[in-house]
């Protein structure tokens, strides 16, 4: 059994990938992201790796995508400005399906806003802040704990899924300590890469798709030739135009990031019975686990879930939390992100009344509760 030791948020999320594997890293100084290169910058070399700090982020997305298309397991970690420079490049990866993962420890903005402050205002920049029609894969951890496993699992994933992953936490899980242990991942966590299970010949297609829908895309060096554009493309990698194959080939790519939904399930908190079910993510899942108590206390048949997965978004788990309840109340570190998609399937069937707080400071139980109590006895809705 692995040992207990007190770590910190971003020092599990390095540890996760050495872990998982990680030998490529790029990227550039942010808080509060910062510990994660720092750590990966004496570990890496030592190791084998290569660890190189950017002139940017748009360079450091660049350089990481480089490293995965020659057969490293790459990763950067930044925040939300750097993530907003790295967008361009994650569209070109999910197109071009190159396998990486990107860790974003979220802080105030917009621009560069609160840079020590916790928030959670790049939800929606995880999904949408590439243009286009891209499936995306997010992944929120709750704790210490989780930033390590779930940082494997963005690994695993990307490499199966050959797409981009990542992994959103805000400053409070990034800088906080806990006791954890920390095990060596399993063969089956650490996954493979999706590749070629033929040799290379005249007639290979390396964005032909397997039955899971992902492109058996070749490692640079390996001996098969192939082309790679950002460009919608054949099965060769060329550029076309064709309408109905560049629909074929949005609805392959959004088909196969579904393989993140199972793999990675919602904690279900007090639900069985549930009127009001208080719907978090991250930092904020920890003080509205704590409000459910207090307000089962005060008679109030509260309940919790908490998604660890973003995007995809978990349709199934959130329609049936909600299926018995009278209330749904979404809490979340920003102006509404997550919220709107809760408003979306709930229908009109289940009154949903977000409680948001951007300020820079975590939403507390107190405020949580004091917030429930009022929308229960009033009918407050959205």
Request: proline share 7%; hydrophobic share 45%.
């Amino acid at each position: 059994m692995a040992e207990r030791q007190l770590v910190q948020g971003n020092e599990a999320c390095a540890r996760a990938a050495l872990a998982a594997g990680c030998s490529f890293f790029a990227g550039y100084p942010i808080s509060p992201s910062s510990e994660i290169a720092e750590l990966l910058a004496r570990e890496l070399p030592g190791r084998g790796g290569v660890f190189i700090q950017m002139e940017d982020e748009i360079a450091s997305m660049g350089a990481v995508l480089g490293g995965s298309l020659g057969g490293r397991r790459a990763m950067t970690a930044t925040s939300g400005p750097g993530f907003t420079l790295m967008q361009e490049h994650l569209g070109y990866a999910s197109l071009a399906e190159i396998p990486c993962v990107v860790v974003d420890v979220m802080r105030g903005g917009p621009s560069t806003g609160l840079p020590t402050s916790p928030s959670q205002g790049d939800v929606m920049q995880a999904r949408w802040g590439s243009h286009g029609d891209r499936a995306t894969i997010a992944l929120a951890p709750g704790n210490v704990a989780e930033v390590y496993t779930l940082t494997v699992e963005a690994f695993r994933l990307a490499e199966a899924l050959r797409t981009p992953v990542a992994v959103l936490y805000d400053e409070v899980i990034g800088h906080m300590r806990e006791g954890v242990q920390l095990p060596a991942p399993t063969a089956a966590q650490l996954g493979r890469r999706t590749g070629p299970i033929a040799p290379p010949s005249p007639d290979f297609l390396p964005y032909q798709a397997n039955k899971a829908g992902v492109a058996m895309v070749p490692d640079f060096g390996r001996g098969y030739r192939f082309h790679v554009t950002g460009l919608m493309h054949d099965e060769r990698g060329y550029p076309m135009s064709d309408h109905a194959q560049v629909a074929a080939l949005l609805e392959r790519l959004e088909r196969k990031v579904a393989a993140a939904v199972p793999a990675v399930p919602p904690e279900r908190y007090r639900l069985d019975d549930a009127d009001v079910v208080v719907l978090a993510y991250g930092i904020v899942a920890r003080t509205a686990r704590a409000a459910v108590d207090t307000l089962r206390e005060q008679g109030v048949r509260a309940g919790l879930l908490r998604t660890r997965l973003l995007w995809p978004l978990p349709v199934a788990s959130v329609t049936e939390a909600l299926s018995g309840a009278s209330l749904a109340v979404v809490a979340e570190m920003n102006r509404g992100q997550w919220a709107f998609e809760v408003q979306r399937l709930a229908g009109g069937h289940v009154e949903v009344s977000p409680y948001l707080k951007a300020g820079g400071s975590v939403i507390t139980a107190e405020e949580l509760v004091e917030h429930v109590l009022f929308a229960t006895r009033e009918g407050v809705g959205a």
